[in-house]
């Protein structure tokens, strides 16, 4: 069993479901019971639906874009303003067609792997993403979610909280220096070092086939091409610099996706991160487990839409990572109901009335008090 209850240390905004671990073996609460208690249809993916959201988020880019550039050139006094306006947006779109893009790569989006694989790969490389390369080391941080020695991404450090670095850290001053890290750099040293995976694997590259702990040699081929699509991206980005100058290219891309890319770091630490979220060691780690230590949160109503409720439905996301996000959207009450309290959800996260901004704060919150673990009296491995 876990810790139990809700974090006592939290901020009064934060207050946590995140009750008890599975205890295993369990037989009321498989994966097949988990499946059964969910209504078949959420498991069906539609191409009319899934091209739509795709459409409608392309359309969202252009009109963005194009209202932005008419009124800061027809309010001049406005402008910086508008440009901020536009890239906080903006942002939030460009993440929107990223989790489509990672959701093809689970085989979500579509029926057909080859449909899947053609959006993915355009969406992913347009977003400097390595399509194929990252899936495959996607798929390993759903297998092994919250293992110590196994997890792909967010796998703390096992550091003495009295160690002077770690004392850092978890100071303002480390916080924030962390974050703003994570935010500027961290995707890309991510896919460059491994940086957040577990400890044996760091240094491993995403963008070489021959990085043994990421890639089989028979993956070499979709290591080359995802390689192959960040340089066709960039090479756009390039020739989009020489003809409309750096200005504007940074202005209307390269800033939104700088800020995707804080996203899909902090919503990735967020769903795996929490005081009383526990992670697994050896034979106490069971694939259900790491499953169901995923965290369900909300940025607000109409954020969590535009992100196609990646925050809000991960849970049902860890378990049937297949499933259309509308779907798994629909299968949450229904997961919620049959876990009990084994869902962990975080709720009535606000500020000034904000479930973004709570969330946002929550997120500063998290990073300062989980920086490293120890192991408890049951065998996992709780924060310090």
């Avoid at 209202?67 to 303003?81: D, G, M, R, T």
């Avoid at 779109?93 to 899947?116: I, K, Y």
Wanted: aromatic residues 14%; proline residues 4%; positive net charge.
């Amino acid at each position: 069993m876990g810790r139990g209850g809700s974090a006592v240390d939290a901020p009064a905004k934060e207050r946590c479901q995140l009750a008890q671990t599975l205890p295993q073996p369990d037989s009321k609460i498989t994966k097949k019971s988990l499946r059964e208690s969910i209504p078949a249809h959420c498991f069906v993916r539609s191409y009319s639906k899934s091209f739509s959201h795709l459409a409608w988020d392309l359309v969202v880019v252009f009109l963005s874009w194009y209202i932005a550039s008419k009124l800061a050139a027809a309010v001049p006094v406005a402008s910086p303003l508008v440009w901020l306006g536009y890239w906080w947006y903006q942002g939030i779109t460009f993440t929107g067609l990223w989790v489509l893009a990672h959701e093809c790569g689970h085989g979500g989006f579509t029926d057909s792997r080859l449909v899947n694989d053609a959006v993915g790969f355009v969406l992913h490389s347009g977003l400097l993403t390595p399509y194929f390369s990252w899936a495959i080391t996607h798929a390993k941080h759903h297998h092994y979610t919250n293992h110590m020695t196994m997890g792909e991404t967010w796998v703390p450090s096992t550091a003495s909280p009295e160690k002077k670095s770690v004392k850092f850290a978890k100071s303002t001053l480390g916080t924030w220096q962390r974050i703003a890290s994570i935010a500027l750099a961290g995707w890309y040293v991510y896919l460059f070092t491994n940086a957040t995976g577990a400890y044996q694997n760091k240094g491993q590259s995403h963008f070489n086939p021959k990085s043994k702990a990421l890639f089989r040699p028979k993956d070499r081929h979709l290591v080359l091409l995802s390689n192959l699509g960040m340089v066709v991206g960039g090479a756009a980005v390039l020739a989009s610099i020489a003809t409309w100058g750096l200005a504007t290219v940074l202005k209307v891309y390269l800033v939104p996706q700088t800020i995707c890319n804080f996203y899909l770091t902090s919503i990735t630490f967020m769903q795996h991160t929490h005081p009383d979220v526990p992670h697994f060691d050896g034979d106490d780690w069971t694939w259900l487990r790491g499953a169901l230590s995923t965290i369900d949160r909300s940025m607000g109503d109409f954020i969590d839409s535009k992100l196609h409720h990646i925050c809000d439905s991960h849970v049902a996301h860890h378990i049937f990572s297949d499933m259309p996000f509308y779907g798994a959207k629909e299968a949450t009450p229904y997961i919620k109901e049959h876990l009990g309290v084994y869902y962990k959800s975080v709720t009535e996260s606000k500020v000034g009335g904000s479930k973004y901004l709570g969330w946002l704060s929550d997120y500063y919150w998290s990073q300062k008090r989980s920086v490293c673990v120890g192991k408890g009296e049951e065998g996992f491995m709780w924060f310090h």
